[in-house]
């Protein structure tokens, strides 16, 4: 027993005037001993030549430039995309579908023309309309449920498949209260090449070009992203505007698809909050 008590003070003894020690010490001492214990610790660095830390500086500045072109052209979209949230403040039961109003108008532009006819409005990435009437403090918008509101349109499959093309349309009536808003498509096929991929032919989803080889696809399906191309002049491409729900069959001599999409936008019917955006600048009247 007295051993064992020997043993932990002479642990502590020694503890203690290692301490002593260092605060005691001289500096240029403490300094050679930390250099030598930095230098045992890290015993494959100083056999390393100065080439390979030259090669990896560079390498680093040149990731650091990459990343720093990155970072500003991500500054410069988030610039781009400047628009006000707003909220609904009148709907109208005998045009629920059509319209319904906000409480911007003219007199929020203060530094740029963000509310104005034809500003897209928006619910997260979805839209759900255009304003068509701008006042001094409130602007209508028309509902992409509304018949006379027809954006361009695509499929999108996965992440890479932009497939057909067409245009989407309100089917219920303006009239009071829908619970499940369902859109028409029309004109729906992929007939003209462009940026996306090449055309295909509308049956068999096979390339329009017959030296062109790839797997044939279905051109529309069930389930596939409707999203806006950019084309209609009014709405900027890449925005959700519904998925498709229904196909329906071709007919003899028909060229296009037609077919059913749910809006993407969550709660249509119970708005109370939107987001504006600038009108993408074409002028319908002068076009």
Known sequence: MRTRVKDQYRRYFLLALSLFSILVLPAAFVQKFRALAISFLSPCRQFLPPAIYQDENAKLKSELAVLKKRLDKLNRQISDEIGISAT???????????????????????TQQIVAKNSPVLIGDSIIGAIDYVGKT???????????????????????????????????????????????GIGFNYDFDDTEGSARDLVTGAYADPFKKGEAISLIKEGDLLVTTGMDGVFPAGLKVAVVTKIFPLKEGDYTYSLEAKPTAAAIEDICFVYVTPPIGFNMEEG
Not at 88 to 110: K, L, Q
Not at 155 to 169: D, E, F, I, M
């Open 138 to 184: 409130q602007s209508r918008v028309r509902l992409i449920t509304d018949s006379g509101l027809n954006p361009s349109v695509r499929a999108v499959r996965g992440n890479t498949s932009y497939l057909a093309k067409g245009v989407l349309q309100g089917t219920g009536p303006p009239l009071w209260r829908g619970r499940s808003p369902t859109l028409k």
């Open 88 to 110: 609904v403040i009148y709907r109208d039961p005998m045009s629920w579908s059509s319209s319904f109003w906000i409480d911007v108008g003219e007199r929020t532009n203060h």
